[in-house]
């Protein structure tokens, strides 16, 4: 739901803002595919929206997968080492529709790109 997404992204934003970062990456709105165009919401992000919460915000690429629904399964806890003191804290592992799409979330312990060098 739209707002179930809502939810997840002011709470990326608060952790952000708690951990004392100077950027957000937040996913953008997922829209199931409709039949016909009606009325919808509008998801324009304009720099207005990092002023309003007060830190600079990043919106990923369109949503291609309803990301409101995927945490509602408990995580595989993992705490896997991928590189350089990155770690795989925990995974879900996500089916949007009956043998259709599967999805797997990764949530690491620090942004794996920032730890990236030309030897990576």
């Given at each position: 739901s739209i707002s179930k997404q809502t939810e997840i992204r002011e709470e990326i934003i608060d952790r952000a803002k708690h951990n004392?970062?100077?950027q957000?990456?937040?996913p953008d709105y997922y829209f199931p595919p409709?039949?016909?165009?009606g009325p919808s919401l509008d998801t324009f992000n304009s720099e207005a929206m990092s002023r309003y919460y007060?830190?600079?915000l990043k919106i990923t690429a369109p949503g291609f997968f309803d990301y409101s629904r995927a945490f509602n399964?408990?995580?595989?806890?993992?705490?896997a080492k991928i590189c350089n003191n990155v770690y795989i804290k925990s995974l879900w592992i996500y089916k949007q529709q009956m043998d259709i799409k599967?999805?797997?979330?990764?949530e690491f312990?620090?942004?794996p790109a920032d730890s990236l060098d030309e030897k990576t």
């Open positions: 004392k970062q100077d957000a990456i937040i409709v039949l016909h165009a007060g830190i600079d399964f408990k995580p595989l806890n993992i705490n599967t999805f797997v979330i990764f312990n620090k942004n």
